[in-house]
């Protein structure tokens, strides 16, 4: 199973975007959903994460900014970035964690301009 992470683009300073990650096949015994992002020269750094379907949390660099939401029945999780600026510039990548380990996606670029 891969997860397909989608709804990068290029916005201008201030604006929206919304990322969208699902499964390719089926999957089971989800227990954390959670997005990452990779900037140029940087290491992937943990941005929000979803446990349980309702228990969420946020880098400090992304709170009050950013919303994460999951769907566990269709096993996906969005998330809705708002008030964005060129520091949130980076490659997203979502993860489920499962009884399994962990399951990456293969990211979709982000780009804001000043």
């Known amino acids: 199973v891969q997860l397909q992470a989608s709804g990068g683009g290029l916005v201008q300073a201030g604006g929206s975007l919304r990322l969208s990650c699902a499964p390719s096949?089926?999957?089971?015994?989800?227990?954390?959903m959670a997005w990452y992002r990779q900037a140029a020269g940087k290491q992937r750094e943990w941005v929000a994460s979803?446990?349980?379907?309702?228990?969420?949390r946020y880098a400090d660099s992304v709170d009050g900014r950013f919303t994460i939401s999951g769907d566990n029945v269709k096993k996906t999780v969005d998330l809705q970035m708002d008030n964005l600026n060129p520091e949130d510039t980076a490659v997203y990548y979502c993860?489920?964690?499962?009884?399994?380990?962990?399951?990456w996606g293969q990211g979709t670029l982000v780009t804001v301009s000043s």
């Open positions: 993860k489920f964690n499962s009884a399994w380990g962990d399951t």
């Open positions: 096949g089926r999957i089971s015994g989800i227990r954390v």
């Open positions: 979803i446990t349980g379907g309702h228990y969420k």
